[in-house]
């Protein structure tokens, strides 16, 4: 493979991910230098280069040195219908300035370019990608290949002092019920994918393809049902909560995955509810924390929500985004 402008030490090869173990690994140590934050798990990460939009051979490339260390990689990522694509490039920090990471970031806006033409017609197609903004080396390359901020999201925290926490009732009418992964997959999906529906970004998909999307990540290996819950109004399910028991790989922090509540039922202390019996949960366990993060301007003023029930911001991350197709916005903003 071509690799006009990198050192003459490096090779560039096309996946697959061969050793998921090493590539997390990589994956890890870069965003700990970067970030301080491991931010993905192990097994999210294969989760998501295993999703069935991802071609491993045609969306992953893998830089390493002459000793065959992995000192680079990038990947892309788009689903049906694509009116948007989602860039990642890793780079040792030991070899930062030396062309890797705009290579990656070159081969990516090329692979997203030529996949324009499956685009719907007079659709708006963006590349985006999340940075930590305290990255400088990042956010120049970005800002220098026409990328601006759109949006930041949040990391928010709660640490355990006790381990109690006041009981928040659901109002006449409602329950909250648990998970039953042999029968309640789709409707859980459902009102997830319903409740954010008015959310930045959201973009309407074949129900299909999303059911098997969240399947995938229902089924990896570190997935709890038990700490899956619902929210009924009579037969209806108007809620769900979906959390997991680890942050990042530490099993010490829990971490909500999605919480979202139907429309017509928002305001009537729900998502509070729900919180509050995940985070009684999570100290049970013997955790001493819980995590999520959230759109930082929500459009639901969840940031409100979870500062009411003493979350606090612990890490910000900016959303880039570069047009590279003039059109219809599609998403949601």
Not at 12 to 37: A, L, T
Not at 86 to 111: C, H, K, Q, Y
Not at 134 to 139: D, E, F, L, T, Y
Request: hydrophobic share 40%.
């Amino acid at each position: 493979m071509a690799t006009t402008g990198l050192p003459s030490d490096v090779t560039v090869s096309r996946g697959p991910v061969e050793d998921f173990d090493e590539f997390h690994d990589f994956v890890r140590s870069v965003n700990i230098d970067q970030s301080d934050r491991a931010i993905v798990s192990r097994e999210v990460l294969e989760a998501v280069l295993s999703m069935p939009d991802v071609d491993q051979t045609e969306d992953i490339r893998i830089v390493r040195d002459g000793s065959g260390a992995l000192v680079g990689a990038g990947w892309v990522q788009s689903r049906n219908p694509f009116v948007e694509t989602f860039t990642r490039g890793l780079v040792s920090p030991d070899r930062l300035g030396e062309g890797i990471g705009s290579f990656l970031l070159d081969w990516e806006l090329a692979a997203a370019n030529e996949r324009i033409s499956s685009a719907p017609e007079d659709a708006q197609v963006v590349a985006k990608t999340f940075l930590d903004p305290g990255h400088a080396p990042s956010v120049a390359l970005f800002a220098d290949r026409g990328f601006s901020v759109t949006r930041y999201f949040l990391e928010m925290r709660i640490d355990f002092a006790d381990g109690s926490f006041p009981d928040v009732p659901l109002a006449d009418g409602l329950r909250l019920v648990g998970f039953d992964p042999e029968s309640d997959h789709e409707r859980l999906f459902d009102v997830i994918d319903e409740a954010f529906r008015d959310h930045y970004g959201h973009v309407e998909r074949p129900h299909e393809e999303e059911l098997a999307r969240f399947m995938q990540f229902m089924s990896i290996p570190t997935f709890e049902p038990s700490l899956v819950w619902m929210v009924m109004d009579g037969d209806e399910v108007v809620a769900g909560n979906i959390c997991v028991g680890n942050h990042e790989g530490d099993t010490n922090i829990g971490y909500v995955a999605s919480l979202g509540v139907l429309r017509p039922w928002r305001g009537k202390g729900i998502a509070k509810s729900m919180l509050v019996a995940c985070f009684s949960e999570f100290a049970r366990r013997g955790k001493t924390a819980t995590a999520l993060h959230v759109d930082a301007a929500s459009p639901t003023g969840a940031t409100h929500l979870y500062e009411s029930v003493g979350m606090r911001e612990t890490h910000r991350d900016a959303l880039y985004e570069l047009e590279l197709r003039p059109g219809e916005d599609l998403s949601v903003r």
